[in-house]
């Protein structure tokens, strides 16, 4: 499923966001933990430095011409053991956008990562026009827009592009053993209280500060990509609608030691958060097939 943004407001999701750029969450797929993609089908859980746990795409609060786009991997990362967690330098990770409302890619955003060490070496590439679409492309070559070192803000040349990527405080909120009740009957909603319309309705009661329910990330760390660019740069020529997903690929030939193909192939993808959470059946939440199809 793929994120659908009108790039001409903000578009207000059902979280908020405490991040590397600031505020604002959307809404995609999951399993074992069964909310947000913080755990997956067999390939990605071994694989951690792919696993995709979420999306973002929000308006900067701070200037509605700029467009915040953020990928985040390696789940319930400790922050006691920070050191340990970096992006692979063997995959590929990528924004897909596509502007013309065909579901198929007009741009691609395209990062690499190079070292083993923190900090590692990021490299970005793009918005541009794809090599290839779907579940297959080349690894990018020349001269990245922006490089330098994970863990601080980095600036192209022209000033237009702004990307972080580094450990950050897990963003996703969600009461998993309450949306279990509410899935079950024994509770309706997140949060009790009473409608006019429907009467008393089931939920957690508040708190003397206003909160309620548990999160079930608090405490944790992840590896975020955050990229803010200026919104013309993505949007179509009819429509200010674009549709934004994400993917991380690996190369098609792998040897020990590296990779010897520049052919990158798709094993992750996501879109929109809690989607898999609670449309997707038992059968095809932990299937490798559901998360690295072709779209």
């Known amino acids: 499923m793929m994120h659908c943004l009108n790039v001409s407001r903000m578009f207000k999701g059902f979280g908020v966001l405490a991040a590397a750029l600031a505020a604002m969450l959307i809404y995609c ?6 909310a947000a993609d913080h755990r997956d089908a067999p390939t990605v859980d071994g694989l951690p430095e792919g696993d995709i746990t979420d999306v973002f795409a929000f ?8 467009l915040v786009l953020m990928m985040n991997v390696n789940p319930f990362s400790v922050p006691g053991s920070n050191p340990t967690y970096r992006y692979s330098p063997d995959f590929l990770y990528q924004f897909k956008i596509d502007n013309t409302g065909d579901g198929v890619e007009d741009l691609v955003i395209q990062v690499l990562f190079t070292g083993t060490g923190v900090p590692q070496t990021v490299q970005v590439f793009g918005p541009s026009a794809p090599s290839m679409t779907g579940a297959r492309t080349f690894r990018p070559t020349g001269t990245p827009a922006i490089s330098g070192s994970t863990g601080g803000t980095l600036t192209n040349a022209t000033g237009q592009i702004q990307v972080f990527a580094g450990l950050r405080d897990d963003p996703f909120v969600f009461d998993f053993a309450q949306f279990g009740r509410i899935l079950n009957g024994s509770q309706d909603m997140f949060r009790g209280f009473t409608s006019s319309a429907l009467g008393a309705l089931r939920g957690r009661p508040v708190r003397a500060d206003g909160t309620s329910g548990v999160d079930n990330f608090g405490g ?35 040897v020990q030691g590296g990779a010897n193909s520049a052919l990158m192939v798709q094993f992750e993808r996501m879109g929109q958060e809690a989607f898999n959470t609670v449309f997707g059946t038992t059968a095809t939440k932990g299937q490798d097939q559901y998360h690295s199809s072709s779209r």
């Open 59 to 66: 308006l900067d609060p701070n200037d509605a011409s700029k």
């Open 220 to 254: 944790f760390n992840l590896s975020t990509i955050a990229i803010e660019l200026p919104k013309a740069m993505v949007r179509g020529g009819s429509s200010s609608k674009i549709n934004i997903w994400a993917t991380v690929s690996r190369p098609v030939v792998e």
């Open 29 to 34: 797929p999951s399993a074992s933990v069964k």
